[in-house]
Nanobody, 119 residues
């Protein structure tokens, strides 16, 4: 069965950095576009960014451009979200998701990891 497990969340001071990891199993990882999304209490889920299954094409929300970077290591079946210059408004639960090649919506989701940025 497919499983996505996020890790690396925690408490960090404003201006600091944090790297989230998402380890995938049960799927051919290199054929999936991997995305990161977040959701704060009382707010709707928000797109953060994605990295294509092939070619290294990325897309980011305007709110995180220049601060967040997505990367992947296909040999380790892992996608990363490097977050820098963190702000209190970045506080949210962060989720990774997998989009199969040829599909138009995310098929698999992780359980999430909490990121809290203090001022």
């Amino acid at each position: 069965q497919v499983q996505l497990v996020e890790s690396g969340g925690g408490l960090v001071q404003a201006g600091g950095s944090l790297r989230l990891s998402c380890a995938a199993s049960g799927l051919t990882f290199s054929t999936y576009t991997m995305g990161w999304l977040r959701q704060a209490p009382g707010k709707e889920r928000e797109f953060v960014g994605r990295l294509s299954w092939f070619g290294g094409r990325t897309s980011y929300a305007d709110s995180v451009k220049g601060r967040f970077t997505i990367s992947r290591d296909n040999a380790k079946n892992t996608v990363y979200l490097q977050m820098s210059s963190l702000r209190p408004e970045d506080t949210a639960g962060y989720y990774c998701a997998a989009l199969p090649r040829g599909s138009y919506g995310y098929k698999y989701w992780g359980q999430g990891t909490q990121v809290t940025v203090s001022s």
